[in-house]
């Protein structure tokens, strides 16, 4: 087992990508704390885990959340190895000039804060213990940014310089940061991003944009994460992989 004797906190782990990438964690043997706004989905999803998951109802834009999510880690599981950062929100995919400033701050809350946050707590659990790896999960709309999203390509073009910044920083500590771009995927946030309702032709369009002909889905995420996350990785930081089926090139 790749993660063996490890101990991993994903947010955003209700469902979706973070789900998958929790689900992958536990298979290849880490312990993993679900973390999610939606406490319920966190707790459904870690019973149907099994083995050493636990769930925490966590606001990442909260501080106080924060620092219990960590807490929580150290106190049931013994510490935290990798951190991978995948809570996410969008507004609809709309004309700059109508999102909300609502919206914005809150986009901006989840996407970009919550990195800083995360940071600040889990710093001294990973260097206690020797290193670690804090994963972000970005967006390719953070490397080839199209109209519609503009506010949310901004947060993950600044977690993707966040995750250089960091990762620099934080090498002589033996911490490693990475991220990680998602396509468009089959997510709870896919018409968001779409903009227009769940059809199989408006999946086409977009699909028609993607080389390898498919979203995303929450396994490719989780192979990603996975590798990052292996001992194997340890001398790769501050890189970003794009899991997009070639929307990119």
Not at 107 to 122: D, E, F, G, P, Q
């Amino acid at each position: 087992m790749r993660l063996r004797g490890k101990i991993a906190i994903v947010t955003g782990a209700g469902s979706g990508f973070g789900r998958g990438i929790a689900e992958a964690y536990a298979r290849e043997g880490a312990k993993v704390v679900l973390a999610d706004l939606d406490g319920d989905a966190a707790l459904r999803a870690a019973r149907e885990i099994g083995g050493g998951a636990i769930a925490t109802r966590t606001d990442v834009t909260q501080s106080a959340d924060v620092t219990a999510m960590i807490g929580t880690a150290v106190d049931v599981l013994g510490g935290v190895d990798i951190l991978v950062n995948n809570a996410g929100f969008t507004h609809k995919n709309q004309s700059l000039m109508t999102v909300t400033e609502v919206e914005f701050d809150r986009i901006y809350a989840v996407n970009v804060k919550a990195i800083y946050l995360t940071t600040l707590a889990v710093v001294p659990v990973m260097e206690a213990r020797g290193g670690g790896v804090i994963i972000n999960t970005a967006s390719t709309a953070g490397v080839r940014p199209r109209p519609g999203l503009t506010w949310y390509n901004g947060s993950k073009g600044a977690a993707l310089v966040l995750t250089k910044s960091m990762a620099a920083e934080l090498a002589p500590r033996k911490i490693r940061v990475c991220a990680i771009n998602p396509v468009i995927g089959e997510t709870a946030m896919l018409e968001q991003f779409m903009g227009v309702p769940d059809t199989p032709e408006n999946r086409a369009r977009f699909v028609s944009t993607i080389p390898l002909g498919r979203m995303s889905k929450p396994s490719d995420i989780a192979n990603a994460a996975l590798f990052l996350a292996d001992p194997a990785s340890e001398f790769l930081t501050g890189i970003s992989i794009d899991v997009d089926g070639g929307r990119c090139i």
